[in-house]
């Protein structure tokens, strides 16, 4: 059964960092180019960052420069280092592949960001 976990979300200050953790079960998770995607209230999810089986990376632009993502085939994972945070970036931050057909959604981890 394929699962996502997502993790490491909270309320932080502007400025502030968290890293968040996505942990799948069920796929064979190094065959996958795997994302990290938001949504915030009212608003479509979007691609934030992506990490492609080679490990090479891209961010959405509002992110570039801030955010870092990683993998670890090995323990099956995905994290995103989410520094100098906006209160913008709200959002609930979901995991999954970066291509379709995508896997069942996980529940998401919400980040909020406020002073």
């Known amino acids: 059964q394929v699962q996502l976990v997502e993790s490491g979300g909270g309320l932080v200050q502007p400025g502030e960092s968290l890293r968040l953790s996505c942990a799948a079960s069920?796929?064979?998770?190094?065959?996958?180019?795997m994302s990290w995607y938001r949504q915030a209230p009212g608003k479509q999810r979007e691609l934030v960052a992506t990490?492609?089986?080679?490990?090479?990376?891209s961010y959405a632009d509002s992110v570039k420069g801030r955010f870092i993502i990683s993998r670890d085939n090995a323990e099956n994972t995905v994290d995103l280092q989410m520094n100098s945070l906006k209160p913008e970036d709200t959002a609930v931050y979901y995991c999954n592949k970066f291509t379709g057909p995508f896997l069942p959604w996980g529940l998401g981890t919400q980040v909020t960001v406020s002073s």
């Open positions: 069920g796929i064979i998770f190094s065959i996958n180019a």
């Open positions: 990490v492609f089986r080679a490990g090479s990376t």
